[in-house]
């Protein structure tokens, strides 16, 4: 479905990641960790087509990403959830919902749309009782919720996340991330990037670690875990404890 | 007495207050869809009132049928403004941006004098001229069709931005350009609608106004710096906001003009927005700070 080779990338012509290949194939969950300043938003910008790479392949259902525009990218199924959310936060929680089927307007879709929202307000009932409030009155856990819903609104084929659990409290992580496994049972296919490692695994089904603009670790998570070097990186002493708990 | 006439001055200040408040929207929805400052959206105003006049008075053409084509002509005035002379410059800081628009000002304004002429000229009005008599003030038929036509044009542009995909994706666009792109708006198509958007809606303050006081080719100017006040004293970027300054500074205007004297009735408006500017920069409605987070 997915599927970058050999990606070269960065700023103003200085790249930040040295030639990442990585695939997510249908209906997988895959995450890719990696700590800060390891390229991982890098990553997720070419993706969506905000950055353009300066070198490598880059396809998305067959489809050359680094020739679309970004809301092609969007129209194919490809949809993020990025950093710090993105919201609109004048607007009411209805009107980010609709925006969020903005790739579907006019073509004949609106029970599709109609159906997705009822489907989704199902999924983060707290949104339902927000329809009518600004997007910027919401609560932290409660924005990224509606980051997701509104990135799920456009029928996406493949979702990226970049770091759902970054700066929420821990029960929340644990609703979001139990949101994504439901997700995951429905079919959908994910590409998950997190510093939070610990998560991101348990709900993974493949791995991909980036360091410095390279992967340097790929595989089973149980694999990663059972990666000395890895676990003390990303997974911290009492990681043990933690996953026993 | 004089304030037997306060009627009729609040009437005038609505009615010039309209105009100004068109001019003023105009430059708040290219303002939120691209975070600079057009300063040829005054020209639009121009353009709009002299192809208007051209096209009834040179070429017989009826009033409604001048009327959409005068908008078009300005959209597309507005269109081109966007595609070329700043589309080149689409990487450059955003004052090259705003002074690009100071330059195609100068362009337009003398292309105009060269096609139209320097001299003014008048449209004739919508209706008859015989006015109406408002209790003990007197109201023109224009004056009407102005204050009619701008609530029509701001209501329009209120369900535009609140209930079509279209208006809710530019709102997006002003309200985070990111996410914009990420949820799958072309933001780039969006910026096009807003320009010509603003074009019409100065070319429509022109057609309007230009049976009352007639036009001429640089009078976009004049009627460009007033709409850019009642902007910022409405909290500029903020389009209710600039409806509200568009009649305040009307009506500001018109009270000045008949209590002190019409010859500093020009000068109000910038010391209005001197004081605004100075006393609280945001405005009336304005809220930037909260906005930018």
Same mark, same amino acid.
């Given at each position: 479905?997915?599927?970058?080779?050999?990606?070269?990338?960065?700023?103003?012509?200085?790249?930040?990641?040295?030639?990442?290949?990585?695939?997510?194939?249908?209906?997988?969950?895959?995450?890719?960790?990696?700590?800060?300043?390891?390229? %991982?938003?890098?990553?997720?910008?070419?993706?969506?087509?905000?950055?353009?790479?300066?070198?490598?392949?880059?396809?998305?259902?067959?489809?050359?990403?680094?020739?679309?525009?970004?809301?092609?990218?969007?129209?194919?199924?490809?949809?993020?959830?990025?950093?710090?959310?993105?919201?609109?936060?004048?607007?009411? $929680?209805?009107?980010?919902?609709?925006?969020?089927?903005? +790739?579907?307007?006019?073509?004949?879709?609106? $029970?599709?749309?109609?159906?997705?929202?009822?489907?989704?307000?199902?999924?983060?009932?707290?949104?339902?009782?927000?329809?009518?409030?600004?997007?910027?009155?919401?609560?932290?856990?409660?924005?990224?919720?509606?980051? #997701?819903?509104?990135?799920?609104?456009?029928? @996406?084929?493949?979702?990226?996340?970049?770091?759902?659990?970054?700066?929420? +409290?821990?029960?929340?992580?644990?609703? #979001?991330?139990?949101?994504?496994?439901?997700?995951?049972?429905?079919?959908?296919?994910?590409?998950?990037?997190?510093?939070?490692?610990?998560?991101?695994?348990?709900?993974?089904?493949?791995?991909?670690?980036?360091?410095?603009?390279?992967?340097?670790?790929?595989?089973?998570?149980?694999?990663?875990?059972?990666?000395?070097?890895?676990?003390?990186?990303?997974?911290?002493?009492?990681?043990?404890?933690?996953?026993?708990? | 007495?004089?304030?037997?006439?306060? @009627?009729?001055?609040?009437?005038?200040?609505?009615?010039?207050?309209?105009?100004?408040?068109?001019?003023?929207?105009?430059?708040?929805?290219?303002?939120?869809?691209?975070?600079?400052?057009?300063?040829?959206?005054?020209?639009?105003?121009?353009?709009?009132?002299?192809?208007?006049?051209?096209?009834?008075?040179?070429?017989?053409?009826?009033?409604?049928?001048?009327?959409?084509?005068?908008?078009?002509?300005?959209?597309?005035?507005?269109?081109?403004?966007?595609?070329?002379?700043?589309?080149?410059?689409?990487?450059?800081?955003?004052?090259?941006?705003?002074?690009?628009?100071?330059?195609?000002?100068?362009?337009?304004?003398?292309?105009?004098?060269?096609?139209?002429?320097?001299?003014?000229?008048?449209?004739?009005?919508?209706?008859?001229?015989?006015?109406?008599?408002?209790?003990?003030?007197?109201?023109?038929?224009?004056?009407?069709?102005?204050?009619?036509?701008?609530?029509?044009?701001?209501?329009?542009?209120?369900?535009?931005?609140?209930?079509? @995909?279209?208006?809710?994706?530019?709102?997006?666009?002003?309200?985070?350009?990111?996410?914009?792109?990420?949820?799958?708006?072309?933001?780039?198509?969006?910026?096009?609608?807003?320009?010509?958007?603003?074009?019409?809606?100065?070319?429509?303050?022109?057609?309007?106004?230009?049976?009352?006081?007639?036009?001429?080719?640089?009078?976009?100017?004049?009627?460009?710096?007033?709409?850019?006040?009642?902007?910022?004293?409405?909290?500029?970027?903020?389009?209710?906001?600039?409806?509200?300054?568009?009649?305040?500074?009307? $009506?500001?205007?018109?009270?000045? +003009?008949?209590?002190?004297?019409?010859?500093?009735?020009? +000068?109000?408006?910038?010391?209005?927005?001197?004081?605004?500017?100075?006393?609280?920069?945001?405005?009336?409605?304005?809220?930037?700070?909260? %906005?930018?987070?």
């Amino acid at each position: 479905m997915l599927r970058i080779r050999n990606l070269h990338a960065g700023y103003d012509g200085i790249a930040v990641l040295h030639g990442v290949s990585l695939h997510v194939n249908n209906g997988e969950t895959v995450c890719l960790v990696g700590a800060n300043g390891a390229g %991982k938003s890098t990553l997720l910008q070419a993706l969506s087509g905000l950055i353009r790479p300066l070198s490598g392949e880059l396809t998305f259902e067959g489809y050359d990403v680094r020739r679309l525009p970004a809301h092609r990218i969007v129209e194919l199924g490809l949809v993020q959830v990025a950093e710090a959310r993105q919201l609109f936060p004048s607007m009411s $929680v209805r009107e980010n919902l609709h925006l969020g089927a903005f +790739a579907l307007r006019g073509r004949r879709n609106a $029970v599709l749309i109609k159906e997705n929202k009822a489907r989704l307000l199902e999924l983060f009932p707290v949104l339902g009782q927000r329809l009518d409030q600004r997007a910027a009155t919401l609560s932290g856990g409660e924005q990224q919720m509606l980051a #997701i819903a509104r990135a799920l609104m456009a029928a @996406p084929r493949l979702l990226v996340l970049d770091e759902p659990s970054f700066g929420l +409290a821990p029960l929340v992580v644990k609703e #979001i991330f139990r949101t994504l496994d439901i997700l995951k049972e429905q079919g959908l296919t994910i590409l998950l990037v997190e510093q939070n490692a610990v998560a991101a695994l348990r709900v993974s089904q493949r791995a991909y670690v980036l360091q410095a603009g390279r992967l340097i670790l790929s595989g089973h998570p149980r694999d990663l875990e059972g990666d000395d070097e890895f676990r003390r990186a990303y997974l911290g002493r009492d990681y043990k404890a933690k996953w026993e708990r | 007495m004089l304030f037997d006439q306060l @009627p009729q001055f609040l009437l005038s200040g609505l009615t010039s207050g309209s105009i100004y408040a068109l001019v003023a929207v105009g430059f708040c929805i290219i303002h939120n869809a691209t975070g600079m400052v057009n300063f040829a959206q005054g020209e639009f105003v121009m353009l709009g009132a002299m192809i208007m006049i051209s096209l009834t008075q040179d070429l017989g053409l009826s009033l409604p049928a001048a009327f959409v084509l005068s908008i078009a002509g300005a959209m597309l005035v507005g269109l081109f403004l966007e595609r070329i002379p700043l589309g080149l410059a689409r990487s450059r800081h955003i004052l090259i941006l705003v002074l690009i628009t100071v330059g195609f000002s100068i362009a337009v304004r003398g292309a105009a004098s060269l096609f139209w002429g320097k001299t003014a000229r008048a449209l004739t009005s919508f209706s008859s001229e015989a006015p109406l008599l408002l209790g003990n003030a007197v109201i023109s038929r224009q004056a009407l069709w102005i204050l009619f036509l701008t609530m029509a044009a701001v209501t329009l542009l209120h369900v535009f931005f609140h209930r079509t @995909p279209v208006g809710q994706a530019i709102r997006a666009v002003a309200d985070n350009r990111r996410g914009a792109v990420l949820v799958g708006i072309p933001v780039a198509r969006m910026v096009m609608v807003s320009f010509a958007l603003s074009a019409a809606l100065g070319a429509t303050a022109g057609i309007l106004i230009a049976p009352i006081t007639g036009m001429h080719y640089s009078a976009g100017v004049m009627l460009g710096l007033k709409g850019f006040a009642a902007a910022i004293l409405g909290g500029y970027g903020h389009v209710w906001g600039a409806v509200a300054g568009g009649l305040l500074l009307g $009506v500001l205007e018109s009270l000045a +003009a008949g209590f002190i004297s019409s010859a500093y009735k020009d +000068a109000l408006a910038f010391l209005i927005l001197l004081c605004v500017l100075w006393v609280r920069p945001s405005g009336l409605f304005g809220q930037r700070t909260l %906005k930018r987070v």
